[in-house]
Antibody, heavy 122, light 109 residues
Framework: EVQLLESGGGLVQPGGSLRLPCAASGFTFMNYAMTWVRQAPGKGLEWVSSISASGSSTHYADSVKGRFTISRDNFKNTLYLQMNSLRAEDTAIYYC???????????????WGRGTTVTVSS | EIVLTQSPGTLSLSPGERATLSCRASQSVSSSYLAWYQQKPGQAPRLLIYGASTRATGIPDRFSGSGSGTDFTLTISRLEPEDFAVYYCQQYGSSPPETFGQGTKLEIK
């Protein structure tokens, strides 16, 4: 069974940092691009960042560019999101999601994790 | 950047009725790179449709997608109680890699 399991969420003060791992299983992780999508309380889905299967290409939403870093370890089957300089508006559920191809363009998301909650507050 | 606008914001229907959800793009979505997702409270989204009209594995045939260019539609032919949820359209063919509509809430009348 294909599974994505996020962790690392929690309460952090403004300006703080968090690292979100997403453990993948049930598929050949190194063959698929991955993406992070977040959902603020009571709001819709917002794309955050994407990474190609090899990890050589990345893309960021303007709202997180320069503060967040996406990466992956294809030996550990794990996707990461390093979040620095956190703001109140980063408060959301963060979902890890699998794309259906090696690049993040032209392929849809077919599997989502259950999400991890990040709360930025003093 | 393509902006997706979904309508209506909320749709109130009864089980057994037909639901028609709209997704309009600000620019043409190339090669029908459009998907639909369902999200129930407290759950992650679930893929329903990709390529504008192809049902994902395990999705009942009462769900269908259609459209091209800038106008897309998700139709649920006969609503079941478990279909009441929020539905999002998404384009994945141009930058940024994912663009979502704001969602349509399908609620029981």
């Amino acid at each position: 069974e294909v599974q994505l399991l996020e962790s690392g969420g929690g309460l952090v003060q403004p300006g703080g940092s968090l690292r979100l791992p997403c453990a993948a299983s049930g598929f050949t992780f190194m063959n698929y691009a991955m993406t992070w999508v977040r959902q603020a309380p009571g709001k819709g889905l917002e794309w955050v960042s994407s990474i190609s299967a090899s990890g050589s290409s990345t893309h960021y939403a303007d709202s997180v560019k320069g503060r967040f870093t996406i990466s992956r370890d294809n030996f550990k089957n794990t996707l990461y999101l390093q979040m620095n300089s956190l703001r109140a508006e980063d408060t959301a559920i963060y979902y890890c999601a699998k794309k259906t191809g090696t690049t993040y363009y032209y392929y849809w998301i077919d599997v989502w994790g259950r999400g991890t909650t990040v709360t930025v507050s003093s | 950047e393509i902006v997706l606008t979904q309508s209506p914001g909320t749709l109130s229907l009864s089980p057994g009725e037909r639901a028609t959800l709209s997704c309009r793009a600000s620019q043409s979505v190339s090669s029908s790179y459009l998907a639909w997702y369902q999200q129930k409270p407290g759950q992650a989204p679930r893929l329903l449709i990709y390529g504008a009209s192809t049902r994902a594995t395990g999705i009942p045939d009462r769900f269908s997608g259609s459209g091209s260019g800038t106008d897309f539609t998700l139709t649920i032919s006969r609503l079941e109680p478990e279909d009441f949820a929020v539905y999002y359209c998404q384009q994945y063919g141009s930058s940024p890699p994912e663009t979502f509509g704001q969602g349509t809430k399908l609620e029981i009348k």
